[in-house]
């Protein structure tokens, strides 16, 4: 699974117009299933996004984890993280996972994020979403299992 993670003053996601989500201080995370995926990397992925040190300590050092701070997560499925840009002026999805295998593997995330985490909202998978954020920083990482 591939997590890009961006630090976030604050992030929405919007569909036909209605907010659907919204975090203040936290993490945006855009999540790409692909076809080897199953549960242990959805797992480790979620471990990973929740304690990875991104956010600044006393000393403005980057120590603490989402986890540390409290602060919002904000799911959000984007099947082109999956693509293979290599070759070529258009990308393949050759290595995306299918639809429906997606689609478990992303509410599985959602549900086992709910389940550690007080501040959990997504996207809607599949929709067309608005994404909307202030990247604190920037900083930004791509996160992979």
Same mark, same amino acid.
């Given at each position: ?39 242990? %990397? ?10 990875? #040190? ?12 989402? %986890? ?8 959000? %499925? ?45 996207? #809607? ?21």
């Amino acid at each position: 699974m591939i997590g890009l993670i961006q630090r976030v003053k604050h992030a929405s996601v919007a569909v036909d117009g209605e907010v659907i989500g919204q975090i203040d201080q936290g993490l945006l995370a855009l999540v790409g299933v692909q076809k080897h995926d199953d549960q242990a %990397s959805a797992d480790k992925l979620l471990k990973r996004m929740l304690s990875y #040190r991104v956010f600044a300590d006393a000393e403005d050092k980057m120590n603490l984890s989402l %986890s540390d701070i409290g602060g919002g997560l904000l799911l959000v %499925s984007q099947f082109t993280l999956a693509a293979d840009t290599q070759k070529g002026a258009r990308p393949s999805f050759s290595s995306a996972a299918s639809p429906d295998l997606g689609h478990e593997l992303f509410e599985y995330v959602v549900n086992q994020a709910r389940a550690q985490h007080p501040v959990v909202e997504t996207g #809607r998978f599949g929709a067309d979403m608005q994404v909307s954020l202030l990247n604190d920083g920037p900083v930004t990482f791509w996160l992979e299992t």
